[in-house]
């Protein structure tokens, strides 16, 4: 079973606005939470995170929202642009006795139109 | 500052065929790993070692075999390659003394015919 889920494979946003991403996950066990952001022919590259002690993590246009009652995550990008279209992976980790795991939703494309 | 680097970026075997699949990465990392994405499928771990020394298998292990040579590079071997291994493979390494984010390659894309 899914640890992490992210429900919409596809997100259309128009240039300007806000694009709301959302993750979802099963274990209590992770405490931290990152999002990342994959072009095509290129490897992921880190976005935001956030450590399971707040509830709200800010850079720039970036904003990442936890409700851990919820087990849900959420990233905000305002004001969208037509550079962030890109596949956008949430992943959340946790420490074990063997080191620290990290586990990915399957990713959401995000398409910015002009 | 080289980051992650992965090698090669495409390979073409015919199955039955073996390759290894190199990473190495010059930022002092502690932990290194493998993933596959496949669509739909998100990442999936491969194998990863939490440190010089160490391996351990993730959620697809199935086929594969790694090696951590030393502290920088960390190696994935196909024995025997298989058509479901048609993937593209990303290592990644993260520094384990708080909350870091993983730091990936670019990935090398094989298919196996």
């Known amino acids: 079973d899914q640890q992490v889920k992210q429900n919409s494979p596809s997100l259309s946003v128009q240039e300007g606005r806000i694009s709301i991403l959302n993750c979802d996950y099963t274990?209590?066990?992770?405490?931290?939470f990152l999002w990342y952001k994959k072009y095509p022919a290129e490897g992921p590259t880190f976005l935001i995170s956030i450590s399971s002690i707040k509830d709200k993590n800010e850079d720039g246009r970036f904003t990442v929202f936890l409700n851990k009652s919820a087990k849900h995550l959420s990233l905000h990008i305002v004001p969208s642009q037509p550079g962030d279209s890109a596949v956008y992976f949430c992943?959340?980790?946790?420490?074990?006795?063997?080191?620290?795991?990290?586990?990915f939703g399957p990713g959401t494309r995000l398409s910015v139109l002009p | 500052n080289a980051g992650v680097t992965q090698t090669p970026k495409f390979q073409v075997l015919k199955t039955g065929q073996s390759m290894t699949l190199q990473c190495a990465q010059d930022?002092?990392?502690?932990?290194m790993y493998w993933y596959r994405q496949d669509p739909g499928m998100g990442l999936r771990l491969i194998y990863y070692s939490a440190s010089e020394g160490t391996t351990d298998k993730g959620e697809v292990p199935n086929g594969y075999n790694v090696s951590r040579l030393n502290k920088r590079e960390f190696s994935l071997r196909l024995e025997s390659a298989a058509p479901s291994q048609t993937s593209v493979y990303f290592c990644?390494?993260?520094?384990?003394?708080?909350?870091?984010?993983?730091?990936f390659g670019n990935g090398t894309r094989l298919t196996v015919t």
């Open positions: 274990n209590s066990m992770f405490d931290y």
């Open positions: 992943a959340a980790s946790a420490r074990d006795n063997y080191g620290q795991n990290f586990v």
């Open positions: 930022m002092n990392h502690n932990s």
């Open positions: 990644a390494s993260v520094r384990v003394l708080d909350n870091s984010p993983l730091h």
